[in-house]
């Protein structure tokens, strides 16, 4: 079998532009541009291109897009402050702290600062505790990109054994309560699952979120499965070239899966999408 392709660039060009006409009724009835605030501390080559397209999106999405970088050494007590001046504007109904942060500041108390209404990455507790009781949450962007392909490529997951490699709150976790939530047998599998190519050949759905080059391989696939692929690695291409790979070997896993992500074009620009999505869902909702 040779996996059908699932084209994550093309859905997230098209839930860009439902966002787009959700902004466009926003400003016109209700006379709200919907928001965003990316928060940057240091200068991460990664991070740095992340924020960049995250601001470059919003603004073609036709919301206000309000950019902080802050240097490599900001105290977290600066940081803080800011997010208070962030939850009390009232033109900003999204804030997103690109992670990871330098190592002076705590994450976790950042990300606790977050009015859970602004929080558009669904990092808060409270987003996790709503998402994880079945509760209205913003949902992180990356898992919700996830599942929106799944669904797209096989449409009801009901009943469909999903296994998750990586237990991340950014990912793992969760992608996992979402699938939970679409009805299917959901396993979280990590670096100490005891036989881990035994547990992914299980999947109707595998998602790769292990940060890990090329790890799954081929024969770790069931034939006919969906293969979701989040991992973004940089390795050494050929001729010194940099690379970026997934978290599965693809050609070989392409071989044997019935759908699968490729990277880059899978689930990466599914992120940011989903990102803006969550913009407007929390404006709306921060003024009905
Ligand atoms: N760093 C890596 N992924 C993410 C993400 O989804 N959101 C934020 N804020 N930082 C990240």
Redesign the pocket.
């Known amino acids: 079998m040779t996996a059908s392709v699932i084209d994550g660039k093309a859905t997230a060009a098209t839930i860009r532009q439902e966002v787009a006409r959700a902004v466009e009724r926003l400003k016109a009835e209700a006379g709200l541009t919907p928001g965003l605030a990316v928060v940057l501390v240091g200068e991460d080559p990664a991070?740095s291109i992340?924020v960049r397209n995250k601001n470059k999106q919003t603004v073609e999405a036709g919301m206000a897009s309000f950019e902080h970088k802050l240097d490599e050494g900001t105290s977290e007590a600066d940081l803080l402050a800011l997010i208070d001046r962030l939850n009390a504007d009232p033109a900003v109904n999204g804030i997103?702290?690109?992670?990871?942060l330098p190592k002076q500041i705590d994450s976790a108390k950042v990300l606790a600062a977050i009015d859970p209404a602004k929080d558009v990455?669904g990092?808060h507790v409270v987003n996790a505790g709503r998402l994880a009781t079945g509760q209205d949450a913003l949902v992180?962007?990356?898992p919700l990109g996830c599942v929106i392909l799944a669904k797209q490529t096989l449409g009801d997951l009901s009943g469909l054994e999903a296994v998750v490699v990586g237990r991340s709150n950014?990912v793992g976790k969760p992608v996992a309560q979402l699938l939970l939530q679409e009805n299917c047998t959901v396993t979280i599998a990590h670096s100490r699952t005891k036989d881990l190519a035994a547990t992914c050949r299980r999947a109707d759905i595998l998602i790769a979120a292990v940060g890990r080059p090329e790890m799954i391989k081929g024969d770790w696939v069931k034939p006919g499965a969906t293969v979701i692929d989040v991992g973004i690695n940089r390795i050494e291409g050929e001729g010194g070239k940099g690379k970026i790979v997934g978290d599965v070997a693809y050609d070989e896993a392409a071989a044997v899966a019935g759908h699968i992500t490729p990277v880059p074009g899978g689930v990466g620009p599914m992120?940011i999408a989903c990102?803006l999505r969550n913009t407007v869902t929390a404006a709306a909702r921060q003024n009905g």
């Open positions: 991070s992340y997103l702290v690109q992670l990871p990455d990092f992180p962007c990356t950014i992120t990102l």
